[in-house]
Every structure is written in structure tokens, then in C-alpha cells.
């Protein structure tokens, strides 16, 4: 059964300085991996989705990158803002299989 | 586009009763799904669609029942609510049909049985 963890569960850096969180996963065998953002109260909006065959998916200051042999995905955000303050999920597929979600990572990105 | 719609946002309900989430797409995806979010359990699947007329279930069914008549909706009902089923519960689609592609969320409904 695939399973998701993510670390660190919170984070709270300055503003500006560049930040990674970490996404593991259990079966290396992904179809997909989409990372989603959280604000409070409010549904999830996908950022990046990177399918098995790519290495890495960018959109503007961010960055996705894709590690299936170690079961590893980070997300990359550059210069951070007050604005990225939101809790980052995590979520695989295998193969014939449904989403599965990491438990998130909380950040604050303090003015 | 309106992308994912879900109503009500909020809803409070006594033990017992019956009641319908309800979810529309308009992005003609093939595939549709129900979560329920809790404190410290995160996402997890309740049913899922990979068409009209297909349904199956996810990781947590019970008290759950779902229909798909149309492309566009994906109805979640609620039998006989119990205080467990406290919870915000999202609609998520996708344009794959063999495999969930990107996936695209609702922005939620919360609710809360007494």
C-alpha cells in the first residue's frame, strides 16, 4: 500500500530566502505526482504535476523535481513571500491506482 | 469556466438525518472523486467515478453513497449522518479516463453533525 509522508510538518522562514519541502513516498512504482497548495479554509490548487517519465516541472518560482528510485519529490520555492504562507500537499498515483496524500507541510513565510 | 462547484459550503446536521453533497464540473472530466479532510488523518478517498454510470469505492465508503447520471455531477449523499462524518469533504475531477491525470478540486463543504 503506498504511503506518503512529508517533512518538515511546519516551517516558518523570512522573506526572500529560498525553501525545499520534502515529499516521500513507499512504492516507487508512480504513475504521477501532483503537488497541491492549501490556504486555510479554502480547497486545494494544484501547482505542479510531474508524471513517471519526467525528472522535474517548473512554474515560475517554483520547482518540482522527481526522484523515483529513492521514492523522493521536492518542491522547490524561490524567494519566498508572505503570499506562499499555505500548507503544501503531496499526492501519488500508482499504476490503476487513486491519488494518495501526504499529511502536508504548514508555511510561514513571516514579512 | 466555473471548474469544480460543491454545495452547500456549510451544513449542520443533527444524528440521523439524510442529506446530499452535491458536485458539478464543467471541464467534461470523465473521472470525479470524494475526499474528506480531518485533523490529523488528512485526504482520504470516499468513492470515485471514471465515467457516468461507473462508480466504486474508495478508502473510507461506509455511511457513503454515491450516483454518477452525468458527466457533470457526482452527488455525494449521506445515509443516516453520525457525529464520525464531521469532516470537509471535497470533489476533485480529472480529464483522464483510464488513470487519474491532474487533478482539480472544489472549494469545500464543511460539515458538522450534532
Known amino acids: 500500500k503506498q504511503e506518503v509522508t512529508q517533512i518538515p510538518a511546519a516551517l516558518s522562514v523570512p522573506e526572500g530566502e529560498n525553501l525545499v519541502l520534502n515529499c516521500s513516498f513507499t512504492d516507487s512504482a508512480i504513475y504521477n505526482l501532483q503537488w497541491f497548495r492549501q490556504d486555510p479554509g479554502k480547497g486545494l490548487t494544484s501547482l505542479l504535476l510531474i508524471q513517471s517519465s519526467q525528472r522535474e516541472q517548473t512554474s515560475g518560482r517554483l520547482n518540482a523535481s522527481l526522484d523515483k528510485s529513492s521514492g523522493r519529490s521536492t518542491l522547490y520555492i524561490a524567494a519566498s513571500q508572505p503570499g506562499d504562507s499555505a500548507t503544501y500537499l503531496c499526492a501519488v498515483n500508482n499504476y490503476g491506482q487513486n491519488f494518495v496524500f501526504g499529511p502536508g507541510t504548514r508555511l510561514s513565510v513571516l514579512p | 469556466n466555473a471548474g469544480v462547484t460543491q454545495t452547500p459550503k456549510f451544513q449542520v446536521l443533527k444524528t440521523g438525518q439524510s442529506m446530499t453533497l452535491q458536485c458539478a464540473q464543467d471541464?467534461?472530466?470523465?473521472?470525479m472523486s470524494w475526499y474528506r479532510q480531518d485533523p490529523g488523518m488528512g485526504l482520504r478517498l470516499i468513492h470515485y467515478s471514471v465515467g457516468a454510470g461507473i462508480t466504486d469505492q474508495g478508502e473510507v465508503p461506509n455511511g457513503y453513497n454515491v450516483s454518477r447520471s452525468t458527466t457533470e455531477d457526482f452527488p455525494l449523499r449521506l445515509l443516516s449522518a453520525a457525529p464520525s462524518q464531521t469532516s470537509v469533504y471535497f470533489c476533485?475531477?480529472?480529464?483522464?479516463?483510464?488513470?487519474?491525470?491532474?487533478?482539480?478540486f472544489g472549494e469545500g463543504s464543511r460539515l458538522t453533525v450534532l
Open positions: 471541464m467534461n472530466h470523465e473521472y
Open positions: 476533485a475531477s480529472s480529464y483522464s479516463t483510464s488513470q487519474p491525470g491532474e487533478l482539480f
